[in-house]
């Protein structure tokens, strides 16, 4: 594809080449995303990060990422902070917002809003989640992670057996990151959630039609033996008609170090796109796990801003002029990447 100027709305864009071409550039910012250098390629360039829905990763780090690249950034954190509360269209609102901002980067509740936004705005617009829908920069942050993790064992994404476990219906990181991951030959993805919670058929139906293998389980137990990656999720309760029925899901497939040095083989690698439910009740990745070297989600997180920073330099056009607006860091860097 061509990323001049493009919207990233879905994995759907890609090609299997575009995602290489992404990862190529993460890894040249490297450098930057770690403090050991700035650039200031995107000087006077303004990012609008429109956040509609609550976030943490995905908002902070976009704006992260538009900094580390010498950007400015402006913010909308809350729909009840911007005009749509008072019954602005997003065509209006794109319309307004695309001319004071260069990109924008922009999560909402429905699905398909993000587009619907895009299609009226005069700069590239990246989907930071829309509903049960995608989360597309999610999905290439884990599959970037997930190619970093285990090429160490010799592995490479051809060939991954993959556990996605928990709330397969809604959530959005898993449906873009099962239609990323199908580019690629012969993955084995094993399905484990309640019969409430699959992966809808059409994804089911899409990545056998590909070719790839595809066994669906209740038992978290029977499912993480023979896997490279156990992909847990959070149970997307927002997402719910009911909190009572949210209820019924919460606590029921939970990975602890116990269960982890029981049934998974020793370099299994262990994901979760965040947040991690860590009420007691739910507790889907237990912190008794956070010492385990194969626990990667905080790789993921630092990967996040690496993606990002490729995104918005593709989307831009300036991958070639990063390191001619780089220099040292002058400042105390602590080790810790
Ligand atoms: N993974 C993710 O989308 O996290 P946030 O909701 O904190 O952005």
Not at 30 to 43: C, D, G
Not at 81 to 87: P, T, V, Y
């Amino acid at each position: 594809m061509n990323f001049v100027g493009s919207h990233i709305l879905s994995v759907s864009q890609f090609e299997r080449e575009d995602v290489a071409t992404v990862f190529a550039v993460a890894d040249k910012m490297e450098p930057y995303a770690h403090r050991r250098k700035v650039t200031r390629v995107l000087e006077g360039a303004i990012l609008g990060n429109m956040f509609f829905e609550p976030s943490t990763r995905t908002r902070v780090s976009f704006g992260c990422a538009f900094n580390l690249l010498g950007g400015e950034v402006r913010e909308t954190t809350d729909i009840k902070a911007s005009a749509i509360a008072k019954g602005e269209s997003f065509y209006d609102t794109a319309r307004v917002l695309s001319g004071y901002s260069d990109v924008i980067a922009m999560r909402h509740q429905l699905e398909g809003s993000v587009a619907e936004f895009a299609s009226a705005s005069r700069v590239p617009v990246l989907n930071g989640g829309d509903g049960a829908n995608e989360h597309p920069s999610q999905a290439l942050l884990d599959l970037y992670t997930i190619q970093n993790e285990i090429a160490g064992q010799g592995k490479d994404i051809d060939g991954l057996r993959i556990a996605l476990v928990g709330d397969l219906k809604y959530g959005r990181a898993v449906h873009s990151l099962c239609r990323l991951i199908m580019l690629f030959n012969n993955i084995q993805f094993t399905l484990i959630s309640s019969a409430g919670l699959r992966l809808p058929e059409n994804y089911v139906e899409e990545l056998r039609s590909r070719g790839h293998t595809v066994n669906l389980s209740d038992q978290l137990e029977e499912g993480i033996g023979q896997t490279d990656i156990i992909y847990l999720t959070r149970t997307q309760e927002e997402r719910f008609p009911s909190q009572d029925e949210a209820n019924k899901y919460r606590g029921l497939f939970r990975l602890n170090q116990a269960i982890y040095t029981k049934y998974c083989e020793p370099n299994t690698v262990i994901m979760h796109p965040l947040p991690r439910d860590s009420r007691g009740e739910a507790s889907e990745l237990d912190n008794d796990l956070n010492e385990n070297p194969n626990l990667a989600i905080f790789r993921q997180t630092d990967n996040g801003v690496l993606i990002r920073m490729a995104l918005f330099a593709l989307v831009l056009d300036v991958v070639d002029q990063v390191d001619k607006h780089g220099r040292d860091v002058g400042w105390y860097t602590e080790k810790r990447f």
